[in-house]
């Protein structure tokens, strides 16, 4: 086995042009579960809102002006070949430098303060990132970029469940977790569920679960199952695209599960706005 | 759709014939302010010292924009939660405030003090910062210029797109209109 030499800069380049393209051109697959929620919705208002959303990803992509003034916290997930080796510098500082040149470049949101509950001074160039690494197997690098909006963000959670509640207390903590955050999550979301692990592996996968094309479902019947009744539950709230009322306030429920101890149920809500955005390179 | 034009400031008797629901167009002047000029402002005013803009029969919008590029107006300018601003609301509409533009529900004190003080409430489009910010024609910080994004600028606006959420009646858009679909068979 040869190790693969990767310079740090090729890795900050990177980021720098994810953190453009994540923030000015939504994903193909929910362009298109946008679309197919216009033809559904049912309330006026709703579809007004929908189409709005439309005609907002067309000019962000088209003039290269950020889909939403809040270009998010960067939240960077790394899988790292073990036969990869960085040269230059570290792989956070290389991933930290390209958030950097990425929002001063493209004019994006700064939102990241220093001291969270005193002084809250902006660092200027939205650094640092929040990374998460996975060691997997081969020579390459995948970057995954989310920009992670405030507004949906504060409305998730994190819940400890007992054992013994199962399904149904998973899909009434998502649907009370939905209610509050009403209009100021902006949906339509997507619902990144984390089911299992430790409080802060549920947490993890949750964020995780937030960039799995729209159109798939869990693998597993099971989970799969969980995810549908969630969706018809969410979508029974009337909550509707940005809290005006509608029967699309959410567009896909994705779940990862995971292990966990026989006296736990921990179980994470990530809720994420329709401003869906991430983007993705491997190196 | 069908929208009708309102100009900002919001005449009194415009704010008092639109009603929950009613999707309109907004021209004219309106002043932005998020969470620090709300803290300030309301601190101002509770020490009795004279605001750094006058807020009488203004309309408040909740965002801060992206920056702009060199050639553009504004940068993305799409509304941030109000339900931040609650505390510092009714302070405001006390003294003169009269339309705020945001996102999300409020608390019952600031609908209790829109009906007070015969304001209203819109909401816009959440995410649609890109499309707004075709909407701004110009665009002048007044205050607070330390605070970057969160500095109070006023904006000359063309039709910008909004929905009346609360209105002098004590209409709400979200009890009416979630009601009305929540249990929907599809």
């Not at chain 1, 819940?159 to 009403?182: F, N």
């Not at chain 1, 969980?226 to 809290?243: D, F, M, S, Y």
């Not at chain 2, 010292?49 to 909740?62: D, E, H, K, R």
Request: with cysteine.
């Amino acid at each position: 086995m040869t190790i693969r030499e990767i310079d740090a800069n090729t890795i900050t380049d990177h980021v720098a042009g994810l953190c453009v393209k994540a923030n000015t051109k939504l994903p193909d697959d929910l362009v298109v579960a946008l679309e197919k929620a216009v033809q559904i919705e049912k309330s006026p208002l709703g579809r007004q809102a929908l189409q709005i959303i439309l005609e907002n990803a067309r000019i962000a992509r088209q003039e290269g002006t950020p889909l939403c003034q809040d270009c998010g916290v960067a939240v960077v997930l790394v899988e790292i070949g073990q036969d990869v080796h960085i040269t230059g510098r570290s792989l956070d500082d290389a991933i930290s430098e390209g958030v950097s040149l990425g929002y001063r470049q493209g004019y994006l949101r700064k939102s990241m303060v220093s001291k969270p509950f005193s002084k809250r001074e902006n660092t200027r160039d939205n650094t640092p990132p929040v990374i998460h690494t996975d060691i997997v197997s081969g020579n390459k690098i995948k970057i995954i970029f989310i920009p992670k909006g405030g507004g949906a963000e504060n409305m998730s959670r994190v819940a400890m469940l007992k054992p013994g509640d199962g399904a149904e207390a998973i899909v009434k903590l998502v649907a009370e977790t939905v209610k509050a955050a009403g209009g100021s999550s902006c949906p339509p979301l997507i619902i990144g569920l984390g089911i299992g692990g430790t409080l802060e592996k549920a947490a993890l996968l949750a964020k995780k679960a937030l960039v799995r094309p729209l159109e798939n479902w869990n693998e597993d019947i099971e989970i799969a199952e969980l995810e549908q009744k969630v969706l018809k539950k969410i979508n029974r709230l009337g909550i509707g695209p940005l809290g005006m009322g509608g029967t699309v306030t959410a567009l896909a429920v994705n779940a990862i599960s995971y292990p966990c101890h026989m006296a736990s149920l921990p179980v994470a809500v990530n809720l994420q706005c329709h401003s869906a955005r991430y983007a993705e390179v491997v190196i | 759709m069908k929208s009708q034009v309102v100009v900002s400031p919001f005449p009194n008797e415009d704010i008092k014939n639109l009603r929950t629901g009613d999707s309109i167009l907004v021209s004219g002047s309106i002043l932005t302010a998020r969470d620090v000029a709300h803290k300030r402002l309301s601190a101002a005013v509770e020490k009795g010292l004279q605001l750094p803009v006058n807020i009488a029969g203004q309309t408040f919008y909740y965002t801060g924009p992206s920056p702009a590029r060199p050639g553009q107006i504004i940068g993305s300018c799409g509304p941030t939660t109000s339900k931040r601003m609650d505390e510092f609301t009714p302070v405001l509409l006390a003294n003169g405030l009269k339309v705020m533009i945001g996102k999300g529900q409020r608390s019952k004190e600031v609908k209790d003090a829109i009906r007070q003080y015969q304001a209203l409430y819109l909401v816009t489009y959440g995410g649609a910062g890109a499309l707004l910010s075709k909407c701004v024609k110009k665009a002048e910080i007044l205050a607070y210029t330390d605070a970057g994004a969160e500095a109070v600028m006023r904006l000359e606006v063309e039709n910008f797109p909004a929905v009346v959420a609360y209105d002098v009646w004590g209409g709400d858009l979200f009890g009416q209109e979630i009601t009305r679909y929540s249990n929907f068979e599809l």
